[in-house]
């Protein structure tokens, strides 16, 4: 019963005391009471979750189980923070100064071969299948890579998917000198897309296609291209780990992981509730339109015949190490990274917890 039983002897021993007495008993049960009270505040662990990018609906499936309160069930006292950047969360979890992050694991590929002795690894897969994508006006002339080909593309110069671009261009026979790219802000993006400014752009699907649509342009005229459709066999983003963290505190890791898992398959099961997440944090977000990306995120990049099949949250070493073979084809590696010494699936909940119903 743990504080509840000395504290039910406590009130018997007050009732049957004399009145100073009970004054004074009174004041012990009232300290006791203020522990008990604060008791779970004292047992929560806290931990800092970095995001890497602005709250939008995707990112329901970290604010889910921080609002439920599956995190605190599991003793942990979360702080999620967004980013500006996708290198942000790795620099901050190798730093130390995060422990736990959500980065893109390509990212962390190349960083760990520059950085071998970096204090940072993958623990959960995410996006099994990564978002990344160029969406192009079909009016423009493009549906489909080769047509890219004396076009412009807009693309934000810091983000995942233009890092991918020269491999996409690779896989798909697309001479990158016949391509002008154009850098510009995430802000702009789309409604530059929109007026015809630019011919396609490159960035994360449900962020850039939905956009596209919320501006009115027509959907029959908006061309989705996902680079893991067209050859690419590259993960997307994972749950990063600061190592030593994990070293000194597996088992915090691990119900981290146990609350994420839980709070994903609960978005997964009802994402418009999920949105409402979004919606307290944002007053400027569309329901609609969060619910529409978050749907989009958790339907072609969550929940791929891979994640179906082997469940939530692991990888296949073979196609982790078949993903660096290309990205050694426009990459040159220094040092290239062992699979495991990048993806660590200790910390994942058992596989029953794991599988989609």
């Keep these: 019963m743990g504080l509840l039983a000395p504290l039910v002897r406590l009130f ?186 630019i011919d396609a752009a490159l960035g994360s699907s449900f962020r850039l296609y939905v956009d596209l649509k919320d501006r009115g342009v027509p959907v029959d005229d908006i061309v989705l291209m996902p680079m893991a459709s067209y050859g690419m066999k590259l993960y997307g983003n994972t749950i990063v780990v600061n190592s030593k963290f994990a070293d000194e505190k597996p088992d915090l890791v691990k119900s981290f992981l146990r609350a994420f898992n839980r709070g994903l398959k609960q978005t997964i099961r009802n994402p418009a509730e999920a949105v409402e997440a979004i919606l307290r944090r944002d007053d400027s977000a569309k329901k609609d339109v969060e619910i529409e990306r978050l749907r989009m995120a958790i339907a072609e990049n969550v929940l791929t015949p891979e994640v179906k099949a082997d469940g939530l949250g692991d990888i296949e070493i073979a196609r982790l190490e078949q993903s660096m073979d290309q990205m050694a084809l426009v990459y040159t590696f220094k040092s290239r990274p062992k699979p495991e010494a990048i993806f660590d699936r200790a910390f994942l909940p058992p596989l029953d917890q794991r599988k989609v119903n």
């Design 12 to 197: 018997t021993a007050v009732a049957a005391a004399g009145t100073h007495v009970r004054l004074r008993t009174a004041a012990t049960l009232a300290a006791t009471l203020a522990i008990l009270i604060a008791w779970p505040a004292l047992a929560q662990t806290r931990i800092k979750f970095t995001l890497d990018g602005p709250i939008e609906g995707p990112e329901a499936l970290f604010l889910v189980p921080h609002d439920r309160g599956y995190f605190k069930t599991e003793g942990l006292d979360v702080t999620i923070d967004d980013a500006l950047s996708p290198l942000d969360p790795i620099l901050r979890v190798a730093s130390g100064g995060y422990e736990l992050g959500f980065a893109d694991i390509n990212a962390l590929i190349k960083y760990r071969d520059q950085h071998p002795s970096a204090a940072i690894k993958a623990i959960y897969m995410v996006y099994n299948k990564p978002p990344y994508a160029i969406v192009a006006r079909k009016s423009r002339g493009i549906t489909e890579p080769r047509q890219l080909e004396g076009k412009k593309i807009g693309a934000p110069a810091a983000g995942s998917t233009f890092a991918q671009w020269p491999l996409f261009a690779k896989l798909n026979s697309i001479e990158l000198s016949k391509v002008t790219i154009e850098k510009i802000g995430i802000p702009v993006r789309a409604p530059m897309l929109a007026a015809g400014q």
